[in-house]
Nanobody, 123 residues
Framework: QVQLVESGGGLVQTGGSLRLSCAASGRTLTTSTIGWFRQAPGKEREFVAAIKWNVGVTNYAAAGKGRFTISRDNGKNTVYLQMNNLKPEDTAVYYC????????????????WGQGTQVTVSS
């Protein structure tokens, strides 16, 4: 099991930026995929981005391509989600999660989840 703690959410205006952090501990991360998901009120949880820890290969959902960047710091056991040019429709609770599947965008393939961090983008 991997323990995950998100931070970095907040309130930002349209066009602004935020960097979310996901601190990981527990089982070895080298074979894990770490993903970011988000859930807006009344909507299903949706995939945002994922990174394969040991090689740094990434996968993005269409909504975040060109605006979001996922990265990791091996020394800090932390995955980041840099979000630029934020829009009101990016408002959601953002979760990081760990999976043994390769760069999956399917939330059912993730078995460890953080508590989430709120991102609110005002218009």
């Amino acid at each position: 099991q991997v323990q995950l703690v998100e931070s970095g959410g907040g309130l930002v205006q349209t066009g602004g930026s935020l960097r979310l952090s996901c601190a990981a501990s527990g089982r070895t991360l080298t074979t894990s995929t770490i993903g970011w998901f988000r859930q807006a009120p009344g909507k299903e949880r949706e995939f945002v981005a994922a990174i394969k820890w040991n090689v740094g290969v990434t996968n993005y959902a269409a909504a975040g391509k060109g605006r979001f960047t996922i990265s990791r710091d091996n020394g800090k056991n932390t995955v980041y989600l840099q979000m630029n040019n934020l829009k009101p429709e990016d408002t959601a609770v953002y979760y990081c999660a760990a999976s043994s599947f390769y760069l999956s965008g399917n939330s059912l393939r993730y078995d460890s989840w953080g508590q989430g961090t709120q991102v609110t983008v005002s218009s």
